[in-house]
């Protein structure tokens, strides 16, 4: 081969890498992405059926209640607006708490319960997930809300 | 007092920084030698300010010095000594300070042991380096100040986060920033070459020891960060693709790749271009990687929002770094040259392949930790990406790379025959394949992807022996000792760090393979078995620590009626920021891991617990040392020690490869 020939031999061949490397890239991009809704959103039915999604907001002061297993856990995910029933079972991360930011992972029931596979707290104590402060400003819920307990600047995530 | 002495140390390191980032580069332009010859005190003056400023703001930590803004954020009265040190790094502020610091121990060795080098060579270098410190320090100055005072000052401080507070957290951030960092002196030898014009096999032969120290310390880094996931977060993962993780992993793609582009130019000329492109692009995920983390983004892209001078100095001064050096790599790359030929099936030709395969990971993964900052940042909504799609990507694009790793180092440079390393490799093809198609009906249940990651794990070792037995056939020496002495020592480099690998892959399949997780309730006195070990729950008892009280779990675990161990899971309460913390037991052991955490306390005593066996996991922080070892054993090689010992910048390879193997 002609040194020209090879280097368009080289060139094709990075070509074809790159676009196998693309498709598989945004094959598994689009089959992964996981949206977020609001609590709003859900009870609108604006949320993907048999899909995956994302519901952050609040955890309802008072609505945790545990089965008898000690694993299966109720509570109600709000944003001030609407209210989302949610099932988990498994245990709860150490941030979880009533009256507290949280975010949640699975799938809507039949009856309207967001039955979760998965719950994050990966944030600290004073911080709320962004998504669910999102949530919370995005219903216009009074300033209750507001981050005064945050006294210097919000620590990022450890790590 | 002393935090003013620390603020007023970091302004003169600035002015330092300065005369440090213009006079030398200048001199090197105009060829004036006085001019050269200011970098190397102005390197050693910066590194003692910046020590000073370091050991100031520690000073207030050790002092409990609540009226410094920082410490009062991040550190408390009942905080244990050593955390808080540790805290100096636990957040923002302090993580930047850390970084100038280590910027400048960098700076120090490069003077010290640059003697070798051309005098323009150094002084760029070290003029490129004290630029990247002056963007740090004006960004510490203005923006965010680690010195700042609180008044009044508080009564106490509110505490460094309770998953910082873990031996891990000590040295998991000053291992990755020398990594980080030290990829800033790769970046500087590229800048260097493109200022001067001249990039040659010397100069690959110069900046590869810095490359490879820098690799193997982000590589223990973030297998530090991946152990402290593993053990300190509760739930027995040890990596989750959280955009965390991948702002140091990104950095060390890149610099895998480049490592390997430098051998290539180091030993045959090639891959110029590319290898100082590389060395740009490792630099600049390091930056990014350093801001992703520590400036608030990724917990709210709206962190820029509330404090936009920060946000707005970051974006500029990644912008002035990594664009600047990309015009001046467009402007001068071509005077640097690609570099000579080969044929495609060639050593230099399969390390092409593994570079395009490493640069399209690190690809990919930039897109999923970026591409949800981005939709968030320009409210198009939220998203994210989950894990599986990392793991999608990553498997098919690492097989290949990994193959190739085990045919690389047996295949000639420049040209080599595929029907001749058919031949060679055919035995080890073979016990390959048998192997891991038997393997796993051994171990319990097959499937397709564990037989796939011990094929490749095993075909790394059965390779690299392939090539050693072949290797001390044709050295000289008479003893097979002396044979085996007779090989260089970067050559043993390679072959452990790749073996690191395998050992690394092994322990993923193993773990992904057979895991055993069993989330439940258990009464006290009640036992469940999982993976053929007995737990017994014992109940819980109080205890108070320093800043915190716990309840800890006593579980007595038994094999086939044997005592194994007893293991104590705790559940503790930070009081100050009122945070519940998991402590989980781990036994760890050559072939598993039993893992216990508690989850919550239920009636009578009784609490949700998590058990996990975890077949070889250590195994996969062990193949990442054994990586950093081999890296460690490259760099220790003769002919480094050679280039540092006599001033000779321009030995031809071809001499020194002589050298060697009669040495």
């Not at chain 2, 005072?149 to 509110?158: Q, S, T, Y």
């Not at chain 2, 029907?419 to 035995?427: G, M």
């Not at chain 2, 390879?653 to 193997?661: E, F, H, K």
């Given at each position: 081969?002609?040194?020209r020939q090879k280097r368009f031999v080289l060139i094709g061949l990075g070509l074809v890498a790159l676009a196998v490397a693309a498709m598989l890239v945004l094959?598994?991009?689009?089959?992964?992405?996981?949206?977020?809704?609001?609590?709003?959103?859900?009870?609108?039915?604006?949320?993907?059926?048999?899909?995956?999604?994302?519901?952050?907001?609040?955890?309802?002061?008072?609505?945790?209640?545990?089965?008898?297993?000690?694993?299966?856990?109720?509570?109600?995910?709000?944003?001030?607006?609407?209210?989302?029933?949610?099932?988990?079972?498994?245990?709860?991360?150490?941030?979880?708490?009533?009256?507290?930011?949280?975010?949640?992972?699975?799938?809507?029931?039949?009856?309207?319960?967001?039955?979760?596979?998965?719950?994050?707290?990966?944030?600290?104590?004073?911080?709320?997930?962004?998504?669910?402060?999102?949530?919370?400003?995005?219903?216009?819920?009074?300033?209750?809300?507001?981050?005064?307990?945050?006294?210097?600047?919000?620590?990022?995530?450890?790590? | 007092?002393?935090?003013?002495?620390?603020?007023?140390?970091?302004?003169?390191?600035?002015?330092?920084?300065?005369?440090?980032?213009?006079?030398?580069?200048?001199?090197?332009?105009?060829?004036?030698?006085?001019?050269?010859?200011?970098?190397?005190?102005?390197?050693?003056?910066?590194?003692?300010?910046?020590?000073?400023?370091?050991?100031?703001?520690?000073?207030?930590?050790?002092?409990?010095?609540?009226?410094?803004?920082?410490?009062?954020?991040?550190?408390?009265?009942?905080?244990?000594?050593?955390?808080?040190?540790?805290?100096?790094?636990?957040?923002?502020?302090?993580?930047?300070?850390?970084?100038?610091?280590?910027?400048?121990?960098?700076?120090?060795?490069?003077?010290?042991?640059?003697?070798?080098?051309?005098?323009?060579?150094?002084?760029?270098?070290?003029?490129?380096?004290?630029?990247?410190?002056?963007?740090?320090?004006?960004?510490?100055?203005?923006?965010?100040?680690?010195?700042?005072?609180?008044?009044?000052?508080?009564?106490?401080?509110?505490?460094?986060?309770?998953?910082?507070?873990?031996?891990?957290?000590?040295?998991?951030?000053?291992?990755?920033?020398?990594?980080?960092v030290g990829f800033s002196v790769a970046f500087s030898f590229a800048i260097a070459a493109l200022l001067g014009g001249t990039l040659d096999a010397a100069w690959?032969?110069?900046?590869?020891?810095?490359?490879?120290?820098?690799?193997?310390?982000?590589?223990?880094?973030?297998?530090?960060?991946?152990?402290?996931?593993?053990?300190?977060?509760?739930?027995?993962?040890?990596?989750?693709?959280?955009?965390?993780?991948?702002?140091?992993?990104?950095?060390?793609?890149?610099?895998?790749?480049?490592?390997?582009?430098?051998?290539?130019?180091?030993?045959?000329?090639?891959?110029?271009?590319?290898?100082?492109?590389?060395?740009?692009?490792?630099?600049?995920?390091?930056?990014?990687?350093?801001?992703?983390?520590?400036?608030?983004?990724?917990?709210?892209?709206?962190?820029?929002?509330?404090?936009?001078?920060?946000?707005?100095?970051?974006?500029?001064?990644?912008?002035?770094?990594?664009?600047?050096?990309?015009?001046?790599?467009?402007?001068?790359?071509?005077?640097?040259?690609?570099?000579?030929?080969?044929?495609?099936?060639?050593?230099?030709?399969?390390?092409?392949?593994?570079?395009?395969?490493?640069?399209?990971?690190?690809?990919?993964?930039?897109?999923?930790?970026?591409?949800?900052?981005?939709?968030?940042?320009?409210?198009?909504?939220?998203?994210?990406?989950?894990?599986?799609?990392?793991?999608?990507?990553?498997?098919?694009?690492?097989?290949?790379?990994?193959?190739?790793?085990?045919?690389?180092?047996?295949?000639?440079?420049?040209?080599?025959?595929?029907?001749?390393?058919?031949?060679?490799?055919?035995?080890?093809?073979?016990?390959?394949?048998?192997?891991?198609?038997?393997?796993?009906?051994?171990?319990?249940?097959?499937?397709?992807?564990?037989?796939?990651?011990?094929?490749?794990?095993i075909w790394i070792v059965t390779t690299a022996a392939v090539d050693l037995r072949e290797r001390l056939a044709h050295a000289d020496g008479s003893s097979l000792?002396?044979?085996?002495?007779?090989?260089?020592?970067?050559?043993?480099?390679?072959?452990?760090?790749?073996?690191?690998?395998?050992?690394?892959?092994?322990?993923?399949?193993?773990?992904?393979?057979?895991?055993?997780?069993?989330?439940?309730?258990?009464?006290?006195?009640?036992?469940?078995?999982?993976?053929?070990?007995?737990?017994?729950?014992?109940?819980?008892?109080?205890?108070?620590?320093?800043?915190?009280?716990?309840?800890?779990?006593?579980?007595?675990?038994?094999?086939?009626?044997?005592?194994?161990?007893?293991?104590?899971?705790?559940?503790?309460?930070?009081?100050?920021?009122?945070?519940?913390?998991?402590?989980?037991?781990?036994?760890?052991?050559?072939?598993?891991?039993?893992?216990?955490?508690?989850?919550?306390?239920?009636?009578?005593?009784?609490?949700?617990?998590?058990?996990?066996?975890?077949?070889?996991?250590?195994?996969?922080?062990?193949?990442?040392?054994?990586?950093?070892?081999?890296?460690?054993?490259?760099?220790?090689?003769?002919?480094?020690?050679?280039?540092?010992?006599?001033?000779?910048?321009?030995?031809?390879?071809?001499?020194?490869?002589?050298?060697?193997?009669?040495?």
């Amino acid at each position: 081969m002609k040194p020209r020939q090879k280097r368009f031999v080289l060139i094709g061949l990075g070509l074809v890498a790159l676009a196998v490397a693309a498709m598989l890239v945004l094959n598994a991009f689009q089959s992964n992405l996981v949206f977020f809704f609001t609590p709003t959103q859900v009870a609108n039915a604006e949320v993907p059926k048999g899909r995956g999604f994302r519901i952050g907001g609040m955890v309802e002061a008072g609505s945790l209640t545990r089965e008898g297993d000690g694993l299966t856990v109720h509570f109600v995910v709000t944003d001030l607006a609407k209210r989302v029933p949610v099932t988990f079972k498994g245990i709860l991360p150490d941030l979880f708490k009533e009256g507290k930011g949280v975010v949640a992972q699975g799938q809507l029931g039949a009856d309207g319960t967001f039955l979760a596979s998965e719950v994050l707290a990966k944030h600290d104590e004073n911080y709320m997930p962004p998504e669910a402060a999102a949530a919370l400003a995005k219903a216009k819920a009074a300033g209750a809300q507001s981050s005064r307990t945050l006294v210097v600047n919000p620590r990022e995530e450890p790590r | 007092m002393i935090p003013e002495i620390g603020h007023y140390a970091l302004i003169l390191a600035l002015c330092v920084a300065v005369v440090q980032g213009s006079l030398p580069i200048y001199g090197a332009a105009v060829g004036n030698s006085m001019l050269m010859s200011v970098a190397k005190p102005a390197a050693r003056g910066q590194f003692l300010l910046v020590l000073l400023a370091f050991c100031c703001l520690g000073y207030a930590f050790a002092a409990k010095d609540f009226s410094v803004l920082y410490v009062a954020a991040t550190s408390n009265s009942q905080l244990p000594l050593h955390y808080r040190i540790a805290a100096i790094w636990g957040a923002h502020e302090g993580s930047l300070l850390l970084w100038v610091f280590i910027l400048s121990i960098w700076m120090v060795a490069v003077s010290f042991f640059s003697t070798h080098l051309p005098e323009a060579m150094r002084a760029r270098i070290l003029g490129v380096m004290g630029l990247v410190s002056v963007g740090f320090l004006l960004f510490m100055l203005t923006v965010s100040n680690p010195f700042e005072r609180l008044i009044p000052a508080a009564f106490d401080g509110r505490d460094l986060n309770p998953l910082l507070q873990d031996p891990g957290m000590v040295i998991h951030p000053p291992m990755l920033y020398m990594g980080y960092v030290g990829f800033s002196v790769a970046f500087s030898f590229a800048i260097a070459a493109l200022l001067g014009g001249t990039l040659d096999a010397a100069w690959a032969r110069w900046s590869r020891p810095w490359t490879t120290v820098a690799w193997c310390f982000l590589t223990v880094g973030v297998a530090m960060g991946s152990g402290w996931a593993y053990y300190e977060l509760g739930w027995g993962g040890w990596w989750f693709w959280d955009p965390v993780e991948n702002a140091s992993f990104m950095p060390w793609l890149a610099g895998t790749a480049l490592i390997h582009s430098l051998a290539v130019t180091d030993k045959r000329g090639g891959f110029k271009a590319w290898s100082v492109l590389l060395a740009i692009l490792a630099f600049s995920l390091s930056l990014l990687g350093t801001f992703l983390v520590r400036s608030g983004v990724l917990t709210s892209v709206h962190a820029f929002a509330t404090d936009p001078k920060r946000g707005l100095f970051i974006l500029v001064f990644l912008a002035v770094v990594i664009g600047g050096s990309l015009v001046l790599y467009a402007w001068r790359a071509p005077r640097v040259g690609l570099g000579g030929g080969f044929s495609l099936i060639s050593r230099e030709g399969m390390l092409l392949a593994n570079n395009v395969l490493l640069v399209a990971a690190l690809g990919s993964v930039l897109l999923g930790t970026l591409y949800p900052l981005f939709l968030d940042a320009l409210d198009l909504g939220k998203i994210s990406v989950g894990p599986p799609y990392f793991d999608t990507v990553f498997v098919p694009l690492m097989t290949p790379a990994i193959f190739l790793m085990g045919i690389g180092p047996l295949a000639q440079w420049k040209k080599t025959s595929l029907p001749e390393l058919a031949t060679r490799l055919r035995w080890a093809f073979a016990v390959s394949i048998v192997t891991a198609l038997a393997l796993p009906f051994t171990l319990g249940h097959w499937t397709p992807l564990v037989s796939l990651g011990l094929l490749l794990a095993i075909w790394i070792v059965t390779t690299a022996a392939v090539d050693l037995r072949e290797r001390l056939a044709h050295a000289d020496g008479s003893s097979l000792l002396g044979r085996l002495a007779a090989m260089p020592r970067s050559y043993w480099g390679m072959l452990l760090a790749h073996c690191g690998v395998a050992l690394f892959i092994v322990g993923v399949t193993m773990v992904k393979g057979f895991e055993v997780e069993q989330d439940l309730r258990m009464n006290v006195g009640q036992t469940a078995t999982i993976g053929g070990y007995t737990f017994q729950f014992d109940g819980t008892q109080q205890y108070k620590g320093p800043n915190y009280i716990a309840a800890r779990g006593t579980f007595h675990v038994t094999q086939d009626g044997r005592d194994v161990t007893v293991m104590y899971p705790e559940k503790r309460r930070y009081t100050v920021q009122n945070q519940t913390m998991t402590e989980a037991a781990i036994s760890p052991g050559f072939a598993r891991d039993l893992y216990v955490s508690l989850g919550e306390p239920l009636d009578d005593g009784a609490w949700s617990v998590r058990l996990y066996h975890k077949p070889f996991v250590d195994w996969i922080w062990g193949g990442c040392l054994i990586m950093a070892l081999g890296g460690i054993l490259a760099v220790s090689d003769r002919r480094y020690r050679l280039a540092w010992r006599h001033k000779e910048a321009d030995v031809p390879a071809a001499t020194q490869m002589a050298r060697q193997t009669v040495s």
